[in-house]
């Protein structure tokens, strides 16, 4: 019952008791006007509409309606001396209804805050990048689980941050000198750290401070003192530190014995230092297209491959290569044979056939029907969804695709290969072990495999039509036992003309 009603639940909370919910229910913009400047903060609402239950709400989708609003907000804030944006979806998981590129819409962003895949369970902990535009693209750990937030800071116009685990003290914050990596001179001239008076930095304890300590490249070079709220500074002179990277380290100790050292590159001059790699691939990376492509050119080499090698009459007047050097010789030979396998299943029609036309209906036809929504029953194509007589575009179907031609087809062509060349050869009637070993074993793990995905995968999340009326997912099984079936009969068919 409560998870029937969870989503709904979800959007009146959000209605009732956020700060914005009773007055924006979709993207919005809060311009913040002070005596010194103005600082735009805009909402980006990506979320898929209608959305369809995990996992089909993996990739965010911005129709037009909301890109013209955002476009607008950005119209609104060309006066801002810094934008922010922040939204749920990661920029390499949301696809445009205009098919604009988010990052061109977004040029004039200083930084966006998203969440979504956090942090992957730790594997990327500091899953932050610079985009081609400037954008510092923020991934924000979770609070649910991790009890991580963020502080965010904008000193002179320039943001700085930091993400830290809730109760762990004293929380310590540098905003001048900016970190090296994370700086942008598109939106924060270089100018600011140049003509900065002080190392400016803030500290936040429950307790009360006692020491602040500044080193630069590991010299000592001042304790920061108190101005007012959590704010130290210390004089400097940033022309010392005019070329190259540098480091600056900050050492404080609390009234609670609590002691915290960060350390962070700089530089004045411009000199960029990077971010790991994790962080921007997967940030950076346009993963929807990525897999359309991967999907793609698997479909398309499996039905090559099988309809020309249907069109050879004698597989080793073309095909065959010899060489008889190690260990080009061996990896020839291997390459030999699966060809040679391959193109044995080709020339029999009711293998070749079944075998391509899946395939092609992976591509094009429904994979199966489901509650995709509360109470909704849907269609799920590669291509996206229709419920509620909309098409939600879901590119995570497409890691689906992949799956099942490595997992399924793929695997399934070579089996019946596998298994028309073995009764071809003088083996084939030899012991029950044997053939177990050679045959029965495979076929049961790819059935096993087959049932265990038809069963759980779809089903778990969409109910149980996703099982009955599913041909990708539970036709895979029967087309499995079917496809032995007809190989069976034909490589004994092979036998016996032979004999
Ligand atoms: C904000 O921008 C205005 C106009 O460009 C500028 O005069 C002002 O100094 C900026 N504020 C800060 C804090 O730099
Ligand atoms: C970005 O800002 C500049 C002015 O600073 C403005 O001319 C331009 O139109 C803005 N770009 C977008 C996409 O709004």
Redesign the pocket.
Known sequence: MYRKYSALLFFVIYRKYSAQGKEHQSSYVHHHVTK??KYSFAAMDATPNPGPKRPFNFFGYLRKTEEDALRQFDKESVDS?VTVWFGHYPTSLIATESGQNLHQIMRNVTAFLCGHLHTLGNLVPHMYTRQKTGLLELELGDWRDARIYRILAID??LLSFTDEVLGEWPVVLITNPKHAALSSPYHEPLHRIQASTHIRLLVFTPGTVNNVQVYIDDIYTGKAIHVEGPLYVLPWNSADYQTGLHSIRIVVQDSLFNRKEIEQPFSVDGTKSFLPFWPRFLLMLNIASVLKVIFCCLSLVYILVLTSLRQCSNIKTYFYMTDRWFPIGLLSSCFNQWVYRIWLVSQVGGLFYPLVLFVAYIALGPWFVGELLEGHTGLVFIWGLIVKSSYIPTCVTYLYGVFQLLTFNIPLLMFLGYFLHYCRSSLAASNLFRQIRHIYLPLFALVTVSIYMALNEFPKAYGTRALILGPVRTGSVILALVLFYVAKINAFNLQSHRS
């Open positions: 010194y400047g001396n002179h116009d």
